[in-house]
């Protein structure tokens, strides 16, 4: 039991306090970094703090699913998610990195919040699991939109990082539909947001 433990204990580890690492090249990293003045780049900064705080989140989701789904397949296709969302680890906490930003003070909590959740999603069932992990994804891809809206026009990098990653989040949802993904009732859902928003609040100052 606890050898079962100890790769678990690692994994959440290195997602909350080592550095991320991308076997894709970062998205935009040849282009040239845009002329943002300083309240410009605190603004940037602190929206790819809370992406990253999304992808930490996502990791401890899919790690708490796969240790409960029953399903090899399911749990194939989680942890190829999980190795992606590493890949949007590593891009977001390099360019908060290059505008001079830090990451979330929070980041621990979100990890064990998120870790419980993703435990109780995968014994419902791998079609509840699914559903849970495609809504996520399709709120996720939602809120990319929204920062990318909000980008000054001239920060390229960020947009090409943050298009990247969208496209990541609706290939997740595909596929969580595609192994049977069931629609989540709406009460889950709204709850969903709400948590979301809240986290968004808070990551977005510390």
């Known amino acids: 039991m606890i050898e079962a433990l100890i790769p678990e204990l690692d994994k959440a580890l290195r997602a909350v306090f080592v550095p991320a690492s991308s076997h ?27 992406n990253h705080c999304g992808e930490i989140c996502a990791q401890a989701l899919y790690q708490g699913q796969a240790l409960g789904s029953s399903d090899p397949a399911v749990r194939q296709e989680l942890e190829q998610a999980a190795r992606e969302e590493t890949e949007h680890l590593n891009w977001t906490e390099t360019r908060i990195a290059e505008l001079g930003g830090r990451k979330s003070i929070f980041n621990p909590l979100w990890y064990a919040g998120s870790l419980a959740i993703g435990v109780v999603a995968g014994k419902c069932g791998d079609n509840w699991s699914l559903g849970f992990l495609a809504e996520t994804e399709r709120q996720v891809e939602s809120h990319l ?8 026009a001239q920060d390229r990098k960020s947009s090409e990082v943050l298009e990247q990653m969208k496209a990541d989040e609706m290939r997740h949802a595909e596929t969580a539909t595609r192994f049977g993904a069931r629609e989540l009732p709406g009460p889950v859902k709204l709850a969903m947001k709400l948590s979301s928003k809240l986290m968004t609040r808070l990551s977005y100052v510390a």
């Open 24 to 50: 894709r090249p970062m998205p935009g990293m040849d282009l040239p970094e845009g002329e943002l003045n300083e309240s410009e780049k605190r603004h940037v900064a602190a929206l790819m703090r809370v």
């Open 145 to 152: 939109a929204g920062h990318l809206a909000r980008l000054p």
